[in-house]
């Protein structure tokens, strides 16, 4: 049953349970900025913004199977901002008409002392890489276009290298669960990027 | 009869401003023959000509347009023929005619074609009359059957044309980057300093699954490398670098690692 739209459920006090719907995609270096252009006409009209951004991604590993996993992110290139920190949730195992790939997702802003607290509590930094991109909006839709940087040696972010020659191509939008309109109208927004990006839902439990 | 007089009206405002921006598209494309033709590209003339022939079209939409009455029932009749400039015709013509005289009436009036086209129209006319209907309709349908062939070759060529181009030169995204850039963000496939990159794919798939157990400090702890001794390094401070654009592909080992090397602080 689908629930009802945001604006008309009861405020019960606690947190909604927010679902993160998401469909990934590349782009080629050298078809970026067609790309760009593209998206600057169909988003919305604001100053085009960039990131850089260093995210790492932390285990905590216990009896069971599979560690818990939280992201932790932060920015290179702005100061003041808060760290980011990131939960997500396995992807449901949805029927084959939602559009989107759909998890789980909590995120909390935190004081810049997250990582000595992510040890403290037992997580283990698992991997990290820098993420340097574009983001775009258009309405609640949140478009991100960024490229992927190795760090060499852990702990510097100064020396790293891209992962591939592609950018990737993430188009995802934070809501409450239940809303199965938000995967048709991200799908309708994919179907203008074709074909020079092929937004689609990827499983990465495939990938493994 | 007063409506048709209005109807007339509005039928001629019309026909002047049609006539003007024709003109108008004359005038810019004779500047541009005249004054730029040593840039001229043949896209840029066949632009001019589709303009042109876009305004006539709407002419004689204009002229055929039910609200149009019969002008060929109205006639023009001149009133006054005087040899003097005429300052009024010289305004609305932007000079080009000054006078409104026996000389010009003729020529601007003239509703006859000219004798050589009247000629040709006349043996058309005749031609035309001596086929007889069936033969008539035999040879416009076949004329029909023609036209669209060629029209839907046209459209096919172009169509494959176009297809085949955007498949060849326009490869805007690689489907094996996607994967690798999804691995990557998902899980850290390819990404983490601890896991030796691309080139050591073939020594990864010899050796088993629980190699030597570095059990970093306080800081990092480490899972289990199954490279070469030399790679079991906390560092890898360029030794092992992946060309650029060859994501590594990582042994799906590192579950049973994680378990024989778990070491959680507070297990008892």
């Given at each position: 049953m689908e629930a009802p739209p945001v604006t008309m459920m009861p405020v019960t006090?606690?947190?909604?349970?927010?679902?993160?719907?998401?469909?990934?995609?590349?782009?080629?270096?050298?078809?970026?900025?067609?790309?760009?252009?593209?998206?600057?006409?169909?988003?919305?009209?604001?100053?085009?913004?960039?990131?850089?951004?260093?995210?790492?991604?932390?285990?905590?590993?216990?009896?069971?199977?599979?560690?818990?996993?939280?992201?932790?992110?932060?920015?290179?290139?702005?100061?003041?901002?808060?760290?980011h920190l990131r939960y997500l949730g396995q992807p449901e195992i949805g029927d084959k008409n939602r559009h989107a790939l759909v998890r789980n997702c909590v995120d909390i802003a935190t004081s810049d002392n997250l990582t000595d607290f992510l040890v403290e509590m037992g997580f283990r930094m698992?991997?990290?890489?820098?993420?340097?991109?574009?983001?775009?909006r258009k309405g609640i839709m949140k478009i991100v276009v960024y490229k992927i940087f190795r760090i060499l040696m852990p702990g510097n972010t100064e020396s790293i290298e891209p992962l591939s020659l592609s950018y990737l191509v993430e188009l995802n939008v934070v809501a409450p669960a239940g809303q199965d309109v938000v995967s048709d109208d991200m799908r309708n927004f994919a179907e203008q990027l074709k074909p020079l990006v092929h937004l689609e839902k990827i499983d990465p439990k495939r990938l493994m | 009869m007063q409506r048709e007089e209005k109807q007339l009206e509005l039928t001629l405002e019309a026909l002047i401003s049609q006539v003007a921006d024709l003109k108008n598209s004359l005038v810019s494309f004779i500047y541009k023959l005249e004054n730029e033709y040593d840039r001229l590209t043949w896209p840029s003339v066949l632009d001019s000509f589709a303009l042109l022939s876009g305004q006539l079209n709407t002419l004689n939409k204009v002229l055929k347009h039910e609200k149009t009455p019969l002008l060929r029932n109205q006639v023009i009749i001149p009133l006054v023929l005087s040899p003097d400039r005429d300052e009024e015709i010289m305004r609305?013509?932007?000079?080009?005619?000054?006078?409104f005289s026996?000389?010009?009436?003729?020529?601007?009036?003239?509703?006859?074609?000219?004798?050589?086209?009247?000629?040709?129209?006349?043996?058309?006319?005749?031609?035309?009359?001596?086929?007889?209907?069936?033969?008539?309709?035999?040879?416009?349908?076949?004329?029909?059957?023609?036209?669209?062939?060629?029209?839907?070759?046209?459209?096919?060529?172009?169509?494959?044309?176009?297809?085949?181009?955007?498949?060849?030169?326009?490869?805007?995204?690689?489907?094996?980057?996607?994967?690798?850039?999804?691995?990557?963000?998902?899980?850290?496939?390819?990404?983490?300093?601890?896991?030796?990159?691309?080139?050591?794919?073939?020594?990864?798939?010899?050796?088993?699954?629980?190699?030597?157990?570095?059990?970093?400090?306080s800081g990092i702890q480490q899972v289990p490398m199954t490279g070469a001794p030399a790679q079991q390094q906390p560092m890898l401070a360029g030794v092992q670098m992946t060309p650029a654009g060859q994501p590594g592909k990582m042994p799906s080992g590192i579950k049973t690692n994680i378990k024989s090397a778990s070491m959680h602080p507070y297990q008892r």
């Open positions: 006090g606690g947190t909604i349970n927010m679902m993160e719907y998401l469909l990934q995609g590349s782009v080629l270096d050298q078809s970026l900025e067609s790309l760009l252009h593209r998206l600057r006409g169909l988003c919305d009209n604001m100053e085009p913004e960039t990131f850089l951004d260093h995210e790492m991604v932390f285990l905590l590993k216990g009896q069971q199977a599979s560690p818990f996993v939280l992201r932790a992110r932060r920015s290179m290139d702005k100061t003041g901002m808060p760290w698992d991997h990290e890489f820098v993420a340097k991109g574009h983001v775009f | 609305q013509t932007e000079g080009r005619v000054p006078v026996h000389e010009v009436v003729p020529d601007h009036l003239r509703t006859k074609p000219d004798p050589e086209v009247e000629e040709q129209e006349k043996q058309l006319i005749t031609d035309a009359a001596r086929i007889s209907p069936d033969a008539a309709q035999k040879q416009i349908q076949s004329l029909n059957k023609m036209c669209s062939n060629l029209l839907e070759k046209i459209s096919k060529e172009e169509r494959e044309s176009e297809s085949g181009g955007l498949r060849q030169n326009k490869q805007t995204f690689n489907p094996a980057d996607t994967n690798a850039l999804v691995a990557a963000v998902a899980f850290g496939k390819g990404l983490s300093n601890r896991r030796p990159p691309g080139s050591g794919a073939s020594v990864q798939s010899g050796q088993p699954g629980a190699g030597a157990i570095i059990a970093g400090a």
